[in-house]
């Protein structure tokens, strides 16, 4: 348009100018009566061709140029200013649209900006056609932060910040599309963008939507622990201190995926995290996957393995569990040669078995039940502590080795020791220090090397028909510095020296003194009184008292017996004097009481208490009887063995232990309480449990209180006769109950109740091999027998016969495949259909009534027959 208007205006000043130069020249045209036009060609009246001036052509030609001058200017004019006009719309429309995604700048550009209103430098523009360039340009933008629109919008320092994008909801204005925090959170702060697929374009209050799909960007620029979350209503996404998220929108998602903010994914096909990997709350799900780490794994949220195993065997580092209860709920193996240490307190509830290899236990431990060791040694030699048993009875089921340096001592020396019973011989090798009374019940002591040492003390021999018998040894017999008495007869088959040569004291033999006999010259007969003032010393031959009817009184000192000494019949040994204080003998030998031979056992009578401090007590033969005792027997509290039979006599009973203390109780045999003509009661008043093969009650077994437990994998077997089960009897999942044996004649099982198999959710199969009788109930109108699955009869015949009641059948269809025979009424109340011959009545006296139409047919014969 500008250039038209100016090519008029130049051909406009062109004519008048050529008009008004060629006033003056006013010539006739031919014939026409007008002069000829000096600005247009045309004919004088010789026939001449008419036309301009010399100077009329020449200003011609000079406007002409100018026309041509100023058409070209004005053309390029008019391209700049089409240019510049399609620059400005582009750059409008670029930054309404970053006014509308949040990011509308000041302005303020770095030195690479100087081509903002082009791409890269081309002339395209960054209108429509160049959004898809935005990004190189949005990146050289700086964001201003406030509550207007422009920018990102600043959010609250606390609470929950529902913002709908769709409409004027930030400050009254669109929403751009980032979101940031202040620099500190008063608390936790949580932001949920509404209605983000319908969000609005530009800055102000344009109602013009986007389309396609757009990126929002949400700051938290706050330090502290507070937490920053956004949310679309569904997912929530936590955004550390000093972190951002990129989110988008898209205003095409399907009805689940609308105004949804689509986060970042969270599933990868495999992720390297080369720092730490926090996850402060929610679970880390993965999947099929397998989590791999070389830099340790901290979860403060538990971990949770629905499937797979939970594999560490590829580390060498320590495996650490968290303080609380850690429960394993499977079966634990410690592989290889590792082992398990406990530093705190192990409580195992169920037992714990060591089936091979060697458990060390570093600190103390505490077995509140019983330890079992079935195989393998029990080694405690690597400890340098002590070794301490419960207080009840302890058994050493095997041979007991005390090494050497070790010492094996009863009582700690601060109060009365117990009673150490040997029930076995002992034997010791060593030297033997008996530090308090020691007592040989039976069995005697037999020293066989090293002789007896008394450093203090008594030797008594209470056992008033035993031998102290040192014959057998060829060493010296030395007694006590003190008064030696011998106060039965004695007899020296060696030599008697008192004292030795020239330190002797005086012997005083109250009885005669002979010395050899009139057989043997060389022994010396004292036949009276004799006093020896300085000794008497007996050289060679035998000391022979045995012709003197008197006492045999020794000096008060200590004697020794070289030889053996017996006491002839029917003589005895006593020591001491009745109702004195009698000092006590020592016997450094075996008591030998009798002989092993028929008619010479012998009777040991024991008065006064007998105590066996050191040794075993050992019957050989015959009995042990304290029957004419009314005291108590009471054993050591070390194993006590029975190895006959034991009987408690009369109305006296067999006590375990005391009220609210006792050990466990083990018997290896039958245990038979009562006899068949003579039946007792038993009673257990705590939980039995009987771990061997039966328990047989043969007069009744009663349990007035707890539980019957058998959950073991024997047989339960009743007596013979009538059995009543007062509860509910449940039969265990995979069990069957049955009544007789298979081919044999089982008894009738009776059920007063109702019988249900199966229920209305499970119906279950029953089978009735033999012959069944349905008894109903007298007086009951009810059915006897309910079957909810149908029943089947493979063989034998269905009987009711014996009921005076009504057969109903089922509504469907019924068949009867055999003959039918109906001995009374027979009603058929819909259509009958009988496939062979019929004959109703059983003879021609008895009446039929068909109360309906009946349809004979048949092939050949008469059809129907009355």
């Given at each position: 348009l500008?250039?038209?208007r100016?090519?008029?205006?130049f051909?406009?000043?062109?004519?008048?100018?050529?008009?008004?130069?060629?006033?003056?020249v006013?010539?006739?045209?031919?014939?026409?009566?007008?002069?000829?036009?000096?600005?247009?060609g045309?004919?004088?009246?010789?026939?001449?061709?008419?036309?301009?001036t010399?100077?009329?052509?020449?200003?011609?030609a000079v406007?002409?140029?100018?026309?041509?001058?100023?058409?070209?200017?004005?053309?390029?004019?008019?391209?700049?200013?089409?240019?510049?006009?399609?620059?400005?719309?582009?750059?409008?429309?670029?930054?309404?649209?970053?006014?509308?995604?949040?990011?509308?700048?000041?302005?303020?550009?770095?030195?690479?900006?100087?081509?903002?209103?082009?791409?890269?430098?081309?002339?395209?523009?960054?209108?429509?056609?160049?959004?898809?360039?935005?990004?190189?340009?949005?990146?050289?933008?700086?964001?201003?932060?406030?509550?207007?629109?422009?920018?990102?919008?600043?959010?609250?320092?606390?609470?929950?910040?529902?913002?709908?994008v769709?409409?004027?909801?930030?400050?009254?204005?669109?929403?751009?599309?980032?979101?940031?925090?202040?620099?500190?959170?008063?608390?936790?702060?949580i932001l949920?963008?509404s209605?983000?697929?319908?969000?609005?374009?530009?800055i102000?209050?344009?109602?013009?939507?986007?389309s396609?799909v757009?990126?929002?960007?949400?700051?938290n620029?706050?330090?502290?622990?507070?937490?920053?979350?956004?949310?679309?209503?569904?997912?929530?996404?936590?955004?550390?201190?000093?972190?951002?998220?990129?989110?988008?929108?898209?205003?095409?998602?399907?009805a689940?995926?609308?105004?949804?903010?689509?986060?970042p994914?969270?599933?990868?096909?495999?992720?390297?995290?080369?720092?730490?990997?926090?996850?402060?709350?929610?679970?880390?799900?993965?999947?099929?996957?397998?989590?791999?780490?070389?830099?340790?794994?901290?979860?403060?949220?538990?971990?949770?393995?629905?499937?797979?195993?939970?594999?560490?065997?590829?580390?060498?580092?320590?495996?650490?569990?968290?303080?609380?209860?850690?429960?394993?709920?499977?079966?634990?193996v410690?592989?290889?040669?590792?082992?398990?240490?406990?530093?705190?307190?192990?409580?195992?509830?169920?037992?714990?078995?060591?089936?091979s290899?060697?458990?060390?236990?570093?600190?103390?431990?505490?077995?509140e039940?019983?330890?079992?060791?079935?195989?393998g040694?029990?080694?405690?030699?690597?400890?340098?502590?002590?070794?301490?048993?419960?207080?009840?009875?302890?058994?050493?089921?095997?041979?007991?080795?005390?090494?050497?340096?070790?010492?094996?001592t009863?009582?700690?020396g601060t109060?009365?020791?117990?009673?150490?019973?040997?029930?076995?011989?002992?034997?010791?090798?060593?030297?033997t220090?008996?530090?308090?009374?020691?007592?040989?019940?039976?069995?005697?002591?037999?020293?066989?090397?090293?002789?007896?040492?008394?450093?203090?003390?008594?030797?008594v021999?209470?056992?008033?028909?035993?031998?102290?018998?040192?014959?057998?040894?060829?060493?010296?017999?030395?007694?006590?510095?003190?008064?030696?008495?011998?106060?039965?007869?004695?007899?020296?088959?060696?030599?008697?020296?008192h004292?030795?040569?020239?330190?002797?004291?005086?012997?005083t033999?109250?009885?005669?003194?002979?010395?050899?006999?009139?057989?043997?010259?060389?022994?010396?007969?004292?036949?009276?009184?004799?006093?020896?003032?300085?000794?008497?010393?007996l050289?060679?031959g035998?000391?022979?008292?045995?012709g003197?009817?008197?006492?045999f009184?020794?000096?008060?000192?200590?004697?020794?017996?070289?030889g053996?000494?017996?006491?002839?019949?029917?003589?005895?040994?006593?020591?001491?004097?009745?109702?004195?204080?009698?000092?006590?003998?020592t016997?450094?030998?075996?008591?030998?009481?009798?002989?092993?031979?028929?008619?010479?056992?012998?009777?040991?009578?024991?008065?006064?208490?007998?105590?066996?401090?050191?040794?075993?007590?050992?019957?050989?033969?015959?009995?042990?009887?304290?029957?004419?005792?009314?005291?108590?027997?009471?054993?050591?509290?070390?194993?006590?063995?029975?190895?006959?039979?034991?009987?408690?006599?009369?109305?006296?009973?067999?006590?375990?232990?005391?009220d609210?203390?006792?050990?466990?109780?083990?018997?290896?045999?039958?245990?038979?309480?009562?006899?068949?003509?003579?039946?007792?009661?038993?009673?257990?008043?705590?939980?039995?449990?009987?771990?061997?093969?039966?328990?047989?009650?043969?007069?009744?077994?009663?349990?007035?209180?707890?539980?019957?437990?058998?959950?073991?994998?024997?047989?339960?077997?009743?007596?013979?006769g009538?059995?009543?089960?007062?509860?509910?009897?449940?039969?265990?999942?995979?069990?069957?109950?049955?009544?007789?044996?298979?081919?044999?004649?089982?008894?009738a099982?009776t059920?007063?109740?109702?019988?249900?198999?199966?229920?209305?959710?499970?119906?279950?199969?029953?089978?009735?091999?033999?012959?069944?009788?349905?008894?109903?109930?007298?007086?009951?109108?009810?059915?006897?027998?309910?079957?909810?699955?149908?029943?089947?009869?493979?063989?034998g015949?269905?009987?009711?016969?014996?009921?005076?009641?009504t057969?109903?059948?089922?509504?469907?269809?019924?068949?009867?495949?055999?003959?039918?025979?109906?001995?009374g009424?027979?009603?058929?109340?819909?259509?009958?259909?009988?496939?062979?011959n019929?004959?109703?009545?059983?003879?021609s006296?008895?009446?039929?009534?068909?109360?309906?139409?009946?349809?004979?047919?048949?092939?050949?014969?008469?059809?129907?027959?009355?």
């Open positions: 500008a250039q038209a100016v090519v008029a205006t051909a406009d000043m062109a004519s008048a100018l050529c008009f008004s130069k060629m006033m003056a006013q010539p006739t045209v031919a014939g026409s009566g007008e002069p000829p036009s000096p600005c247009r045309g004919h004088s009246a010789d026939g001449m061709s008419g036309g301009l010399p100077a009329a052509l020449k200003m011609q406007l002409s140029v100018a026309v041509l001058i100023l058409m070209v200017m004005s053309l390029m004019l008019a391209m700049a200013l089409a240019h510049t006009h399609k620059v400005l719309n582009g750059l409008k429309q670029a930054l309404e649209d970053r006014s509308a995604a949040g990011e509308v700048p000041n302005m303020k550009m770095d030195s690479t900006a100087v081509d903002i209103f082009t791409h890269n430098g081309s002339d395209q523009p960054l209108g429509e056609q160049g959004l898809e360039h935005e990004s190189a340009h949005a990146r050289r933008l700086i964001y201003t932060i406030g509550s207007s629109n422009t920018g990102c919008f600043l959010l609250g320092s606390s609470g929950t910040e529902t913002i709908d769709s409409g004027a909801s930030c400050n009254s204005l669109n929403c751009p599309s980032c979101f940031i925090t202040p620099t500190f959170l008063a608390a936790a702060l949920e963008i209605t983000c697929s319908s969000h609005r374009w530009g102000g209050t344009g109602a013009t939507t986007r396609g757009w990126q929002y960007t949400f700051i620029r706050a330090t502290g622990s507070q937490t920053f979350q956004v949310t679309d209503g569904v997912e929530t996404w936590t955004i550390p201190p000093l972190t951002h998220i990129v989110a988008y929108c898209s205003s095409e998602a399907s689940t995926g609308e105004n949804r903010l689509i986060f994914t969270t599933t990868y096909p495999t992720m390297t995290v080369s720092g730490d990997f926090t996850v402060s709350s929610g679970a880390v799900d993965l999947g099929s996957g397998a989590l791999s780490t070389t830099g340790g794994l901290t979860v403060g949220g538990g971990i949770t393995l629905a499937s797979g195993p939970f594999d560490a065997s590829g580390s060498t580092d320590a495996f650490t569990t968290s303080s609380g209860t850690v429960t394993l709920s499977g079966n634990t410690i592989s290889g040669t590792n082992t398990l240490e406990v530093n705190g307190l192990a409580t195992l509830n169920n037992g714990l078995t060591v089936s290899g060697t458990s060390t236990f570093q600190g103390s431990s505490q077995f039940a019983d330890i079992t060791q079935t195989t040694n029990f080694d405690a030699s690597g400890s340098t502590g002590t070794f301490s048993t419960a207080s009840g009875t302890n058994t050493f089921g095997g041979n007991v080795v005390v090494v050497d340096g070790a010492t094996f009863v009582g700690d109060g009365t020791p117990g009673v150490s019973t040997l029930k076995g011989n002992l034997l010791v090798e060593g030297t220090t008996l530090s308090l009374a020691t007592s040989i019940a039976a069995g005697g002591l037999t020293v066989d090397a090293g002789g007896i040492d008394i450093a203090g003390g008594n030797m021999i209470s056992d008033t028909a035993g031998t102290f018998d040192a014959s057998a040894s060829s060493g010296t017999f030395k007694t006590s510095t003190g008064a030696v008495s011998i106060n039965g007869d004695a007899t020296l088959f060696g030599g008697l020296t004292g030795a040569s020239g330190s002797s004291t005086v012997a033999l109250f009885g005669g003194l002979q010395v050899g006999d009139s057989t043997n010259p060389t022994d010396a007969t004292i036949w009276g009184a004799t006093t020896a003032k300085a000794g008497f010393t050289a060679t035998n000391f022979d008292a045995s003197s009817s008197g006492t009184v020794t000096p008060t000192g200590d004697h020794i017996l070289q053996n000494v017996q006491i002839s019949d029917p003589k005895t040994l006593t020591v001491g004097a009745a109702g004195s204080s009698d000092a006590a003998t016997l450094y030998g075996s008591l030998v009481v009798g002989v092993n031979a028929a008619g010479q056992f012998k009777t040991t009578t024991l008065n006064g208490e007998v105590t066996l401090t050191h040794g075993d007590f050992t019957f050989s033969g015959s009995n042990f009887d304290a029957s004419g005792s009314s005291g108590t027997f009471d054993t050591p509290t070390g194993t006590v063995r029975l190895n006959g039979n034991t009987e408690v006599s009369g109305t006296n009973t067999f006590t375990v232990g005391v609210g203390s006792a050990g466990a109780t083990t018997i290896y045999g039958n245990v038979e309480v009562g006899t068949s003509t003579n039946a007792v009661t038993t009673n257990f008043n705590g939980a039995t449990t009987v771990k061997g093969s039966v328990l047989t009650a043969q007069a009744g077994f009663s349990m007035t209180s707890g539980s019957f437990s058998a959950s073991g994998s024997g047989t339960f077997s009743t007596p013979t009538a059995h009543t089960i007062n509860g509910a009897v449940t039969i265990a999942d995979g069990k069957t109950f049955t009544v007789g044996q298979n081919a044999a004649s089982g008894g099982t059920f007063y109740g109702d019988v249900t198999v199966g229920t209305a959710s499970d119906a279950q199969t029953s089978t009735l091999y033999g012959y069944t009788v349905v008894t109903g109930p007298s007086g009951v109108t009810a059915d006897a027998l309910t079957v909810d699955g149908g029943v089947t009869l493979s063989s015949n269905f009987d009711g016969s014996s009921s005076s009641g057969f109903v059948t089922t509504t469907g269809t019924n068949t009867l495949s055999g003959a039918v025979t109906a001995t009424g027979f009603q058929v109340n819909g259509d009958a259909y009988m496939a062979g019929t004959l109703l009545g059983a003879s006296s008895d009446s039929v009534t068909v109360n309906a139409v009946m349809t004979c047919s048949g092939g050949g014969g008469t059809v129907c027959t009355a």
